[in-house]
C-alpha cells in the first residue's frame, strides 16, 4: 500500500482517512475512526499514541475481539493464502511462509496449545524475530496466566501497529521501530583502523544453521560504509560476526605463523533489543582480540 | 611393542639393541646397528642425535632406499592392511584410515602426482597434522624441486623418528614431541578467576566440520585440571574453543540481557607449531572480552 | 626475639612456653598460660585458634586492660623510646617512627580524640596499612560507637597476634597473614612475553609524593624472578606499577612514533585485602594496553 | 593583528596585499611581494604553496638572510621586549617568556652552541612543542651537518608560516595546522557508555612536574562534549589522562573493594604529530581496563 503524509492525512476527510489506516490494526479500523476527531496530529508519536489509547480505551470485549482478529503465526490461513496484507509480509519476513513441514507441525501444534489454553491466537511482533525466539516465546507465554497474556497480547498488538504506522506515514518525526548494528576494526598491532577487512554477518539458529544477513569491507576508518544492519527492527536472536582479521595482516605485511594464529575471527552475540543500537567492535593483533558492545 | 629404558639399551647385546630400535626409522634396522658401538647413550637426546647422524652420513643412495621404503598415505597398503605397526598407528591418529571413499580417491591422485613428479611416497609426520594440513602439505610441496623435497622427505622422517624413540625408550629427558594447549577464564566484571566455566575445544576441518577435541570445567583458579592437549603434538589446524560465559554470569547473577549479550564465546585459531605451548585465555564480562595467544 | 618450633612449645614446660608466647598478645602473658594445659597444638592455626578464643572468653574486664595495655601509634611512648620489641617494629614498618612535627602533631591530635571518645589507645595493625590507610581509619573508626570499637579493637589485635605468631613460631603451617603482588608482561604486538621490560612499583601517597617499593625486569616468560611482594602483607593503599614498555619495543624493533606513543605505562591500583594476591598483569602493543586483577 | 578575507586579498593592490602579508614570513615583505601577480589564489592552500615555493626559488643567499632574520628562541631579544608581534605570542605559547633564571641560561647556552655551529639562529615551530621537545630538538640537531639544519630551518619557518597565515586569512579551507585529541569512556561491566566521568588532561614533563592542560565530564555518549585539544597542534610531548572511575562506578553501584582496586586510572602516552588526530579511550570495569589510539 503507497505511503501517505501526516499532512495528508490530517486534511482528508473521514472516509478516506479511515481507509489509509484501516489495517494499522488488523481487521480493525474502528480504531481509526475514533481518533478521527482528535485530528490534527502534529507528529507521528502523537497519532500513535491516540490509537492506542482508543485500543486501551475500548473495553475487554472490543480488545477481545481485535485479539481474535489475529490469524495464527505459520497457520493454514498462510497457506491457504488468506492472510491480510500486512500479515502476510510480517509472516514472509521471519521464514514462516517457508517452513518445512516439520516445522509446520510444530508451530500447528504450539498454536493449538496456546489456543486451548488462553483462547485467543498467540501474537507477537514478528518483525522483532526470528524463528528461533518465537520458539523460545511460545515456550515462556504458555506457562503464563490469562490475564498476563491478554496484556501481553495487546502490547504486541502495539508493536506491529508501531510498525505499520511507520512505515505507512510519511512524517517528519519516526517511531521507534528500528535498530541498528555497527561495527569497526581498529589495527591495535600499527595502531590504525583497519582497512579493507572482509567483514559478514550470520544469524545463528539453535539448529546450528547459520544464515549470511549481510557483507561489507572496512573503509580507511575501519568502519563500513553503512550500518550492517539499519533501518529496520533487529531480530532477536543469536549472531556471528566474521572478520577475516588474518587477510588483513597479510595484506599490511604484519608478521604471522603459518598458518596465521587469527584467521577468521568471530564474534557471537545475541540481541535482546531489536530497536537498540548495537556497535561491536573489533581490536585486533596477529595474536590478541578483543570485541565489546559499544556505543 | 613394550617400552624399553635407556639403561637396559645401553647394557643390551647387538641383538637385542637393534631389534629394539628396528622400526624407529621404516624399514631400515640399518640405522640401529650404525650406532651400536657409539653406546652408551646418556640421554635419550644423544641417541637421537646419533641415529639421525648415521642417516646424514650414509649417503644418498642408503637415504633414497629409506625414503623409498615407507608407504603412502591413506594408500592402497592401509586399506590392504600391510602396513608396519606404527605406520598403521601414525596412519590412524589423524584418521586416515576412515576416509570416505571420495577423500581415499583424493588421496591416491595426490600420491600418484607426487610419485610420477619425485620418484618417491609422500612422506609426512602425521602425527603433527590434521588431514586439512596434509593435503595443504600437498599443494605446496608438489611445487618443490626432487633436491628440496628429497630434503624435507628425510626432515620429516628425522621427526617421525623422534616421536617413535620418545614413545619407545624410557629415557631420564624427553625428546620435544609434544605441545601444550591451555587456557583459563578470568571473571573481569567481578575481578575474579571464573569458576564452573563449560570449556570445548573441537577442531575445525576446511569442509566446516568440527570435531569435539575436549571438553573440561575451569576450577576456582579459572584454570582447566589439565591442559586441553598435551603428551601429544597438537595437529597444525584450526581449532575453536567453546566458552560457556553466559551460563556462568547467570549463575553469579550479574545483570544481563534476555538473551545474554554473549552466550557462547568462540575463539578461532590456527596452530603452527605442533610442539608449542599454546595458552589462549578469556577474560570476559558480559559485555565485552578478549583473547590471546598467552604464556 | 629467636624463633621457637611448634614441636618445641609443644614439649617445653610451662614456664618456657609461656615466656615464648609472652609478647604474642601484648603485655598478656596470661593468655598463653590459659592455652598451655591444650597442648599439643598439632598446628599453629590450632594455637592460634585457641590463644583467640581464651581472648574472647576473658570477659570484658580483662579484654579491655589488654587493649589498654596497647601504646598509642606514633605517640610519646615511641619518642621515648618504651614500645615493646613487637610494637616498635610493627610501627616503625609504617614509617611511624620517622614522622615529621605536623604529622606528630596530627598523629597526636587524632589519638586524643579517639581516647577521649572511647577511653582506649587507637589500636590497629600496622603492619597492613600504609600511613595514609592509617589516617583513613581514625576518620572511619571515630564516627563509631563505643561496642563496636570494642570489637574492633579486638579484631586488630587478633590481627597483631597472628602476625606476631607467624613470625615467632616455625611450624607445619602458615597462618594467612602475607598477601602476594606479582606481575607479567606479554607482548600482544610480537605474541610472546615481554623479555626484560623495566617494572618499578611505587607506593603513592594522598600527598602525591611517591616511594619505590621493588625493581624487577621480566624474564623470559615475562615474569619477575619473585613477586614483587611476598612474604608479607600488602600494606592497604594505592600503587603504581610503571612498566618501560617502550624501551622493550624499540629493542625489539616495532615500528613506533617518535617519541613512542608509549613510553612508560603506569599502572595505579590500590590494595583492599592485604593477605591477598594481587597479579596485575600488562597486555600491550605499541598502540594499545590493557591490565586487570588477574589470578 | 586583524583577519583579511583570502577574498579581499585577492582584490586588494598591492600596498594592502603585502602589508597584510608582510609577517607570514619573518621580516621578510618580499614573499608577499614576489606571489602578488601570482593572483587569483582560489584557496588558501594555493596561497600558501605559492609563498613556500617563492622562498624555494629564491636562492640561498635570500634564503639564508630570511633564516638570519629570526630571533633566537627565548633569546635576549625576548627579554628586551624587541621580538615581532607574531614571535612574541610564539614564544610565549609554550612558555619560553617565562623561563626560570636556570632555564634561560640552558636556553643561551643551546643557542649559542647552535649559533656557533652554524652561523645561523634555532629555529622551531614553536607552536608544535613543549619545552622538552624543544631541548630534545636542540640535542637532535646540534649533530647535524650545516645542510641539513639549513634544509630543516627552512621547513620550519614553512610550518610557522602555515600556522601565521591561517590564523590571518579567512578561507573556504584551511591549512593542515591543527591536531585534535579526544577520548572516550565505555563502561564494559555494565555494558554503556560511562555518563560523568571526570576527566583531565595533564602535560607531563621531564623535570616531572605537571600542568593542566583541560578538564572535561562524559556525557550520555561516554564523549566531552568537545575534543579536550582541537583548533590548535597538539604539542609533541608527554600527557597524562586521568578518568576517575572509580567515583563513577561507585555512583553506579557496581561492586568495589574498599578502597577500590581502580580509583583514577591514568593513560600515559605521547603525541609525535602535532596535526594528527589521537583518539585515547578508556574501556574499564572495576577490575580491569583498556585504552589504545583509536580513530
Redesign the interface.
Known amino acids: 500500500m503507497a505511503q501517505v503524509s501526516l499532512d495528508e492525512l490530517n486534511k482528508a476527510d473521514k472516509t478516506a482517512f479511515v481507509t489509509a489506516l484501516a489495517d494499522i490494526f488488523e481487521h480493525a479500523p474502528w480504531v481509526a475512526e475514533a481518533v478521527f476527531t482528535r485530528r490534527p496530529f502534529p507528529t507521528l508519536a502523537l497519532l500513535y499514541e491516540a490509537m492506542t489509547r482508543a485500543v486501551r480505551d475500548a473495553g475487554s470485549e472490543r480488545q477481545n475481539a481485535l485479539i481474535k482478529g489475529h490469524p495464527d503465526l505459520a497457520g493454514k490461513a498462510a497457506r491457504a493464502g488468506s492472510l491480510t496484507i500486512d500479515s502476510k509480509a510480517e509472516q514472509a519476513s521471519v521464514g514462516l511462509d517457508r517452513l518445512t513441514d516439520d516445522e509446520f507441525e510444530s508451530f500447528h501444534r504450539l498454536n493449538d496449545s496456546y489456543r486451548s489454553k488462553f483462547a485467543i491466537p498467540f501474537i507477537v511482533c514478528v518483525r522483532r524475530h526470528t524463528k528461533d525466539?518465537i520458539l523460545r516465546q511460545f515456550d515462556v507465554r504458555l506457562k503464563n496466566d490469562a490475564a498476563a497474556e491478554h496484556k501481553i497480547a495487546l502490547a504486541e498488538i502495539f508493536r506491529i501497529a508501531a510498525f505499520r504506522l511507520d512505515q505507512r506515514v510519511a512524517a517528519p518525526d519516526h517511531l521507534k521501530v528500528n535498530g541498528r548494528l555497527s561495527t569497526?576494526v581498529?589495527d591495535?598491532?600499527?595502531?590504525?583502523?583497519a582497512e579493507g577487512v572482509a567483514v559478514e554477518l550470520f544469524e545463528i539458529a539453535n539448529s546450528s544453521t547459520s544464515a549470511l544477513v549481510a557483507r561489507a569491507l572496512t573503509n580507511a576508518?575501519?568502519r563500513t560504509e553503512k550500518p550492517l544492519i539499519c533501518d529496520r527492527p533487529i531480530p532477536?536472536g543469536?549472531y556471528?560476526l566474521h572478520f577475516a582479521i588474518g587477510d588483513y595482516f597479510s595484506r599490511v605485511k604484519a608478521?604471522q605463523?603459518?598458518?596465521?594464529?587469527?584467521?577468521?575471527?568471530?564474534i557471537?552475540?545475541?540481541v535482546?533489543?531489536p530497536e537498540g543500537h548495537y556497535h561491536v567492535p573489533l581490536?585486533a593483533?596477529?595474536?590478541?582480540?578483543?570485541?565489546?558492545?559499544?556505543?
Open positions: 525466539s569497526h581498529l591495535t598491532h600499527g595502531g590504525r583502523p576508518n575501519g532477536i543469536c556471528e608478521p605463523s603459518d598458518p596465521p594464529f587469527l584467521g577468521v575471527v568471530p557471537r552475540f545475541s535482546a533489543e581490536l593483533t596477529p595474536w590478541s582480540y578483543a570485541s565489546y558492545r559499544g556505543s
